[in-house]
DNA sequence: TTGAAGTACGAACGTTCGGTCGCTAAATTG
DNA sequence: CAATTTAGCGACCGAACGTTCGTACTTCAA
């Protein structure tokens, strides 16, 4: 009844943990999530789990990844293929405020949740997190400038500002739904990134 | 040495413990909040501590009472006494975005910060964070329609998406700066939040 | 067939958590 | 001056925390 089962199955398991501390901690943040409570959700004892990561420190660092991943192939596979520039800027704003809609995560967007939840704090996680976010605001950045020399944006406009008006109306998305139940806060994400963009809704769509 | 001191050293120490709960809150989040952490950096004892609120969640709930107070403090009243309308609204977008660059908490906006912590959540501290964020919201959407009754704005501006885009955008602020350095940041915000309102660098000044 | 590697268990570890209790002593009230 | 109130202390509780350890068992390689 006890011991290891496969190396499929082992597989299995480690994601099966990821997947499950990913969702607990967009709720309850990454500190907040506990081997304890992994356990019992997981049906698994505290050693079993504990066992794939080595540490409480690994186990948030691995689930950050995995977040990384999720976010990565839900924003950015999408829109992959699309042209560099702005076809394909418009198209990561779409699937972005999508993805904030519904991210498969019980307690909204992992990403933005912890980056509020370690942005003033030290350590390997945050050192982590400044590594995921930083390189998806060094994409955004790449794609804005391809659009801006293509001549698709305006000329004047800031990059590094732009990047951080999108990034912001993005996370901002999760509070404006659990907090006040805002439905259309993707919506006006979606229209505000346009409007700092300077695209005009024709061009958009 | 033991023992009271008097009713105006009480009342000192209830106000010590909630700045310093604050700041530490601002750093490691409302729930990282501990009664050990702060009796030892009051040089307290926990009972001392937490016999001025009973349980730990009327700690926090007092805690989130006295950061929107100082919020209040820091971004309204400075622009309370001006004109209704687009002066008081560019106002408080001007206090607002000083008020993120230094909010005088160890870790950024406690506000912002306490939104992102409990917006998944459910409780008390949940629904006080509503009540919170929701009358300042009001507020700002309150503010924006008199603007465009005025005709300080334009007619088609849909007040609840720019109080969602104002929001964003000063929440944003955190993890900018704690997390990338950004120093620019709540200059960006604030351009940013007058594109959102239509508004020109002109006239803005 | 035997041995090594790997997976998970269950029990225990020391620590810290929020919270309670009885006590002391100062301030307030009469 | 006596009685009441109250701030704060120190000891303590049960529970949960992260972590370690020895053991059982399965799979894979020699």
Not at 35 to 52: N, Q, T, W, Y
């Amino acid at each position: 009844m006890s011991g290891r089962r496969s190396v499929a199955d082992a597989l299995d398991t480690r994601a099966a943990i990821l997947r499950r501390a990913a969702d607990i901690a967009s709720v309850e943040g990454l500190e907040g999530l506990t081997i304890g409570r992994l356990a019992a959700d997981l049906e698994m004892s505290k050693s079993g789990v504990i066992g794939h990561f080595g540490s409480k420190e690994q186990l948030q660092l691995a689930t950050l990844d995995h977040a990384a991943d999720l976010f990565r192939l839900r924003v950015w596979e999408p829109v992959r293929h699309l042209r560099p520039g702005l076809e394909r800027l418009l198209g990561i704003c779409a699937s972005w405020t999508r993805y904030a809609e519904a991210p498969g995560f019980a307690g909204g967007c992992f990403i933005a949740e912890t980056s509020f939840e370690w942005d003033g704090r030290t350590g390997p996680v945050h050192d982590a997190l400044v590594v995921v976010t930083g390189r998806w605001r060094r994409t955004l950045a790449a794609e804005i400038r391809t659009a801006i020399a293509a001549g698709e944006l305006a000329a004047d406009l800031d990059p590094d500002q732009a990047v951080f008006g999108l990034e912001a109306l993005a996370a901002g998305i999760n509070p404006a739904r659990q907090l006040h139940g805002e439905t259309q806060a993707p919506t006006w994400a979606l229209r505000t990134m346009h409007a700092i963009l300077g695209v005009s809704p024709a061009t958009a769509s």
